[in-house]
């Protein structure tokens, strides 16, 4: 069972950067996948990035791509979304994944979820 919390979310100004970060505990991190999707009001969670703890395999929705950077630092079971060029429509509750049992792409196949963390961008 690995145990997920989220932190870094905020108010961003559109055009700005904010960090969000991911601390995993319980499982060996080594083992899985860890996931970014973001939800914004009335929409549907939405898959925003994906890496590979053991490796340096990653994934980004393009909607993102070029914009944010996935990583992940092993050694204090962290994983990283840096946000550049943020945008209003960025704007979402942005949750951490784990562990996903099929495809990295879709938020049914992860095992494991954060609390989430807020992130606006003002316009």
């Known amino acids: 069972q690995v145990t997920l919390v989220e932190s870094g979310g905020g108010l961003v100004q559109a055009g700005g950067s904010l960090r969000v970060s991911c601390a995993a505990s319980?499982?060996?991190?080594?083992?899985?996948?860890v996931g970014w999707f973001r939800q914004a009001p009335g929409k549907e969670r939405e898959f925003v990035a994906a890496?590979?703890?053991?490796?340096?395999?990653?994934h980004y929705a393009d909607a993102v791509k070029g914009r944010f950077t996935i990583s992940r630092d092993n050694a204090k079971d962290m994983v990283f979304l840096q946000m550049n060029s943020l945008k209003p429509e960025d704007t979402a509750v942005y949750y951490c994944?784990?562990?996903?049992?099929?495809?990295?792409?879709?938020?049914?196949?992860?095992?494991?979820w954060g609390q989430g963390t807020q992130v606006t961008v003002s316009s």
């Open positions: 319980g499982r060996p991190s080594t083992s899985y996948y």
């Open positions: 994944a784990a562990d996903p049992g099929g495809s990295v792409y879709s938020p049914d196949a992860y095992r494991a």
């Open positions: 890496i590979n703890w053991g490796g340096d395999s990653t």
